[in-house]
C-alpha cells in the first residue's frame, strides 16, 4: 500500500482537494472489488495546521502536519485558490512547504502537482531542465518566471523522473487517472472516467487556451507592433510592414519580438487570428468560409491546418463543440 500526502495549504482550492481524494478513494474501493489489495492510504496533510483556512466556508480536517515525522511515498500538491497576482505573497509564506517538498523527494517520494499547484515545484527548482505542464493561463507566467523549465502548454500530463505534473481546471485529473493507472491498472482507470465523466486518454489542453497576447514584458516597440497586430490582423500584413510601424529592420524585429513574447512575428499573427476565430465560433456562427476570410485567411486548407495545430481541433469540431445545445 502506497501512502499519499495530499497537501493542505492555506488558499488550497477546495474543490480540487475535494476531487482528488474522492477520485483516489474509488481507486481503493475498484481494487477491493476486483479482489486486489487497497493500493492507496490517503492521508490530508497540514502547512501549519491540522485544521486549514481556505477560502470558501469550508475546512478540512488534516490528520497530520508537514512539521510531523513520517515517510510518504507520494505527494499531491493541489491548485491554488487565488490569483495570480498574489503568487509571490502565496510561495512566501509556504517556504517551510517547499523545504519539505524538496526533502521527500530527495527521500524518494514521487511528486505530483495538479494545475497551478506547479508553482511549488518550479519554486523549489525541481523542475528545472524538465517538460513540464500548468493551467494554460499560468503558463506565460510560469515560464517568464522559471526559464530552465520546458513548459508544455498544450499538455494534459507530463512526468519525468518522479515527478507528474497535471493541466488546467479539471483536466489535471487526467494527470490523477494517469497515476492510478500506472498503479492500478489500466481497467480501473478507464471505469473512474466513465464512473466521474472524464475524457480518458486526452492529451492536449489547446482547445481551452485563451490566447492573451504575450504582454508581460518591457519592450514599448514590441508592445506598439503587438498593438498594430491585433488592430490589422484581418488584413493581409506583413513582418516586414508591422517592422517599418516601429523604425526596425526586418531581422532586429524578430529578434526582439520572438526575445520579449517566445513566439516569432509569424505565430503571433497566427494566435491572434485563430483567436478571433474561435470566438467567432463560440458566439453561435456556423459558416466556416466566412470566418476564414474575415480573420484574414485566402485559403481554406491554411486555415484549417494552422487551427488545428494551434488549438488541437479542427474548425468543425471547435464549432460543434461550442454550438448551442438545445436542451429537450
Known amino acids: ?6 497537501i493542505i495549504y492555506d488558499d488550497v482550492l477546495p474543490t480540487a482537494v475535494a476531487n482528488t481524494t474522492a477520485l483516489l478513494t474509488s481507486a481503493n474501493e475498484a481494487a477491493v472489488k476486483k479482489g486486489d489489495p487497497i493500493p492507496f492510504q490517503i492521508e490530508l496533510i497540514g502547512t501549519r495546521l491540522k485544521s486549514a483556512a481556505l477560502n470558501m466556508p469550508l475546512q478540512f480536517y488534516c490528520s497530520k502536519t508537514i512539521s510531523d ?18 503568487i509571490n505573497s502565496l510561495l512566501s509564506k509556504n517556504k517551510k512547504l517547499l523545504g519539505w517538498i524538496k526533502e521527500k523527494y530527495n527521500s524518494k517520494a514521487e511528486i505530483i502537482s495538479l494545475c497551478t499547484g506547479a508553482y511549488f515545484l518550479a519554486e523549489c527548482g525541481l523542475l528545472d531542465g524538465m517538460p513540464a505542464t500548468s493551467h494554460w493561463g499560468a503558463i506565460e507566467d510560469l515560464q517568464q518566471r522559471y526559464p530552465l523549465i520546458k513548459f508544455k502548454a498544450d499538455h494534459v500530463v507530463t512526468h519525468s523522473k518522479a515527478i507528474i505534473t497535471g493541466g488546467g481546471g ?20 478507464v471505469e473512474l472516467s466513465k464512473f466521474y465523466a472524464l475524457d480518458y486518454g486526452r492529451t492536449s489542453q489547446s482547445i481551452f487556451t485563451v490566447f492573451s497576447g504575450r504582454r508581460q514584458h518591457n519592450d514599448d516597440e514590441i508592445h506598439q507592433a503587438q498593438s498594430y497586430i491585433e488592430k490589422k ?19 532586429n524585429f524578430i529578434r526582439r519580438f520572438k526575445s520579449a513574447t517566445s513566439l516569432s512575428p509569424i505565430e503571433f ?18 459558416n466556416i468560409a466566412a470566418i476564414t476570410y474575415r480573420v484574414g485567411y485566402n485559403d481554406l486548407k491554411t486555415f484549417r491546418t494552422v487551427f488545428k495545430r494551434i488549438t488541437g481541433s479542427t474548425p468543425v469540431e471547435y464549432r460543434n463543440q461550442y454550438k448551442t445545445q438545445t436542451v429537450v
Open 69 to 86: 515525522e513520517f515517510d510518504t511515498d507520494i505527494v499531491i500538491i493541489p491548485p491554488m485558490g487565488t490569483d495570480l497576482t498574489d
Open 233 to 251: 490582423f484581418e488584413s493581409d500584413i506583413s513582418v516586414e510592414q508591422i517592422a517599418r510601424q516601429v523604425n526596425m529592420s526586418k531581422r
Open 269 to 286: 499573427i497566427q494566435r491572434i487570428k485563430v483567436e478571433a476565430a474561435k470566438k467567432a465560433f463560440e458566439a453561435g456562427e456556423t
Open 1 to 6: 500500500m502506497k501512502h499519499i500526502s495530499i
Open 170 to 189: 479539471f483536466s489535471s485529473l487526467n494527470a490523477l487517472l494517469y497515476f492510478i493507472e500506472k498503479n492500478c491498472g489500466k481497467e480501473i482507470s
